[in-house]
Each structure stands twice: as C-alpha cells, then as structure tokens.
C-alpha cells in the first residue's frame, strides 16, 4: 500500500513535467481527481484530462466561466464540479468524457463540489447558505438527476468522504485548506471526525495539534493529509483511530488535494499537482 501511494505521487510529477513539455508552457494544476488510469485537473479556469501515466492533456471545459473541484463519481460514469456559469459558483455534472455540464444548484451562495455517495447517485457539495456566520459550512446532497439539497445532518461539515456502505462519514468540520500557513496549530486546526450517520454517533477520528484533513474513505481505513511530520504527508488509521501508519514522507513540498481511486487491489493517492515549482 505504501509503495503504491508514493508510486502514484511519482507518476503525478513526472505527468505535469511531461503536460508542460508538451504545450510548451508552464502551467498551474489544481483540484485534481482520478478514477483508473484517468486524472482531471483545474487549470486555467478550465478542466483537463490526461492519462495517469502522463502525456498531453485534453481541455474539457471552455466556457469564460472557471471550472474547479471535479470529482469523478466512483462508478466514473460522471464527473462533479463546481462553476461559475451563472453569476456564482453552483455545482455542476456532466459524463465523465465531456459533454454538456447540467446544473444542480440555483442557490446565490457557493456550492463546491465535495464527494460523491458511494452509489454515484447523488453529488455532496457544501455551501454555506443559510448560515449566520459566513464560516459555517454544511454539506448537502443532490441528485445526479437533479433535485432539492438535502443536507446532511452532521452539523458544521466541509470536506467528507463515505464509507462503500454509505453509512459512515468521515469529515472535516473546519475548512482552511486554502490557507498557506504552515505547521499551524491554533484553534481553527483541522481534526478528522467520524460520523456513524445510522445512531448518529460522532467522534474524532485525530487529535493532532496541527492539521490532519482531506479525509479519504478506503478499504476500511480513512487516509487524510497531516503535517505532523511538519510537512503535509498522507497518513491513515483505522476507524476508531488505532493501527496509524504514514505512507508519504514527502520534505519539501506538502501533499495537498489528493484524491484516490480504486484499481484492483491497490490505492492510488496523489498530490498536489501544482506542488510542482512552475
Ligand atoms: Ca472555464
Ligand atoms: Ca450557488
């Protein structure tokens, strides 16, 4: 498992060095996601495709409009994401080789794509609609089809992952992923929390004075980034927060944004692409 996560981090380097050599230009890679041998990636304002194995890059997206946050839905039929089509940023779909995106949010607060159920069923994305503070983000759930938010009911929520029953959630409540500070640890530190959405049980899955995030739902353990080797690294444990394990010991640029994908047996967990200096 663990030469499996760092092999990908690998291939993920050498993709965006081969996509600059191609186009002759240096880019900007972002959000990215993959499903199989297929990784979509922000840059831009536009979303790309390129085989996991590196190569050219084929543009998805060319609306005005900035395209971010696509999530591959797990049967890959689909392709989640946010936009701003409209005067904002609601959350779109489209199928998963391009096509013509649908909307599924009307709302005038954001609406950033965040995971798909497990089902490929229905789009979680998180907005803040509706909250007194403007920090309090909670997610929502909308059919691929389309349909009214529903949310759910975890309280404070921002990024999430489901386990394959759909029953247990693993979540941030805390959103400062953007942020650049490093080997911060005050009060709005992100925490893993687990949440058994069946008994409506909650705990915190770390307790990390410093940053444990981008929680990834896998085979029965939840993978996440933690800078508590003082850079970002992946790391995982099981539910209940027994049986750790750091899987990447990257020391000069933090691993942030990841996004896995099932391929047989193994895991494939990446980066940031644009960890790469440009
Ligand atoms: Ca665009
Ligand atoms: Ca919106």
Do not use: C
Not at 20 to 47: C, K, M, N, Q, W
Not at 81 to 95: K, T
Not at 115 to 142: C, I, K, M, N, T
């Amino acid at each position: 498992m663990r030469y499996a996560a760092m092999l990908v981090l690998m291939v993920v380097a050498t993709l965006v060095t081969e996509v600059r050599a191609a186009e002759g230009v240096v880019g900007y890679y972002r959000f990215p996601t993959i499903h199989g041998d297929r990784i979509v990636f922000a840059s831009e304002g536009d979303l790309w495709e390129v085989d996991a194995a590196g190569g050219a890059a084929s543009r998805l997206t060319t609306h005005i409009g900035e395209e971010a946050f696509a999530k591959f839905s797990p049967d890959g039929r689909w392709l989640a994401f946010s936009a701003e089509y409209d005067g904002n940023v609601d959350a779109f779909v489209m199928p998963a080789g391009g096509g013509e995106p649908r909307r599924l949010t009307f709302h005038p607060d954001r609406d950033e794509v965040i995971a798909w159920r497990p089902d490929s069923r229905s789009v979680v994305f998180r907005s803040r609609r509706g909250q007194a503070h403007g920090s309090e983000w909670r997610l929502y759930d909308v059919p691929v089809g389309g349909g009214a938010p529903i949310l759910v009911p975890v309280g404070m929520a921002t990024l999430a992952s489901f386990d394959d029953d759909n029953r247990f959630i693993a979540f941030n409540r805390i959103s400062r992923e953007r942020a650049t500070w490093k080997r911060y640890k005050g009060g709005t530190a992100q925490d893993i929390w687990i949440g058994d959405l069946r008994r409506r049980e909650f705990a915190k899955l770390t307790d990390f004075e410093g940053t444990d995030r981008f929680p990834m739902w896998h085979r029965g353990r939840v993978y996440f980034v933690s800078d508590e080797s003082g850079r970002l690294n992946i790391h995982s444990a099981r539910p209940d927060g027994s049986d750790p394990k750091q899987h990447t010991f990257h020391e000069d640029y933090d691993a942030r944004w990841p996004d896995e994908s099932e391929r047989a047996d193994r895991l494939h967990v990446r980066g940031r692409a644009s960890r790469v200096r440009h």
